[in-house]
């Protein structure tokens, strides 16, 4: 998951022989906002998060006297015994079709609906989706929010597509193909991001890229940062050149035991961007080196560039800075390496090698990040904290970079006992911070990785803080 919250990245984009030529235009589509809304009336956390204020409000209020149709027990029932969630929920959305008010699942050449709807009544879940829709009049909420979903549409157009470079996926991969792409905005989606692949019957197979939308003005008119959403794109448009062929030519049976090896070794980090295999991982890897060698191709700065590749490093995919550099040796010998598929017996050979060193590179990673070394007063893990301290210094082992993140803890906001940062001091091997608290409260707070790092580079080792005072 390449994420701003979380980011389910099993897309399968492709680009076309005169991708140039091809016109990207961003959709707000009526499928995914209304599977999107039945699933958030369903209680389906990804799709409940609250970032678009004003439609989430409108959601609530529009369909607050529906949150107990029958279409909405369908799914807590069926997300219950066959998980599902993330991207099961947009294959389906995509696997639809819609005429004359009317969905129905499409024809497909090959069937690609998500494994999880295999055990689930389908047609009931489009016959009840039918009921919603005309129950609801959806179609007038839809209408009703056209103008912001223009907006939206308009303003990724403008910031995010005007320099994107489409020419380089066919250029670095060597690969043509003929199928037709949509980029769909899930206006309603929060921070999850897919990709859907669908075969119909009578026509190209369409590759979709669902972007979700969660920043927005003072006004609720979304905004795209090119910083964050170019880099996104980017990183989907590589995955329908990576994935397939790792089913190549025995490939998966000749990576198994490296990528066994490996992945057990980053589990839990892999777990938690919800990429629960060693497959995933080789090619959520894979693609992430692509977008790196995009940005060297297509002149980003040195910083921007090494800052992507910290952001992989801090995802525990260690071994980025070489998977780049021996993508870069592909690129240099395009005579032997007409194409990626071409190349793959060299990074079968690149993972077996690494196999029998990633417990080094963990250890060596590790050592290199920033820790606490100690907190002033020592209030970490006690039960009689003074309420009255005002003021609590961290002491880090090692001279930290500019970056400060703070986070509020699992017990929330009211437990948040920081009111302001003064600042680094002690040359930067201390944050100092103000506090202020209540008595015989409990309180939390996590130093993240996500700005605190060393003057090298590397990460804070996460740390939560947490006290009761007296």
Partial sequence: MMIKKFLVLTILFVSILNFSQEKLEPKVDERIEIVSVVFRLAGAEEYS???????????NTYFDAYKNSEIIEFIKENRNKNGLGYDAVMSMALHLSFKNGKFS????KENSLDKRWEKVDTKRFVSLLNQFYEKTDFQKFFDNHAGEYKKAEIEYQTSVLSDFNQDWYSKFYGKKANEDYKIILGY?????????????EKSKTIVNA???????????????DKNEFQPLLIHEFNHSFVNYILDMNGNTLKL????????????KDMESQAYGNWETMINESLVRAAVVRYMIDNKYSQKDIGEEIFIQEKRKFLWMKELVDLLGMYQN????????????????SFYNKLAPRM???????????????????????????????QEITIHFDREMAEGVSISIGSTGKEHFPL???????????????????????????????????????????ETVIKFKTK
């Fill in 333 to 348: 010998n395009r005579k032997k390496y007409p194409s990626f598929e071409s190349f793959y017996p060299e990074i079968i």
């Fill in 210 to 224: 669902v972007v979700g939308v969660w920043s927005f003005d003072k006004d609720g008119n979304a905004k795209f």
């Fill in 188 to 200: 309603g989606n929060g921070g999850g991001n897919y990709g859907i692949k669908i075969h119909p």
């Fill in 49 to 59: 998060q609250n970032d678009n204020k004003k439609y989430v409000a409108d959601i």
């Fill in 256 to 267: 198994e035991n490296s990528g066994k090896i490996i992945y057990e070794l980053v589990k």
């Fill in 419 to 461: 009111k302001k940062l003064v600042g680094f001091v002690n040359d930067h091997k201390g944050i100092k911070l103000v506090t202020k608290m209540k008595p015989n409260t409990e309180y939390e707070f996590v130093l993240t990785g996500n700005k605190f790092k060393s003057k090298e580079g590397y990460p804070l080792k």
């Fill in 359 to 389: 417990k080094t590179i963990i250890a060596d990673y590790e050592q290199k990040q920033p820790k606490v070394q100690s907190i002033f007063p020592d209030v970490r893990n006690k039960n009689d904290v003074d309420p009255a301290i």
């Fill in 105 to 108: 699942l499409i024809k497909e």
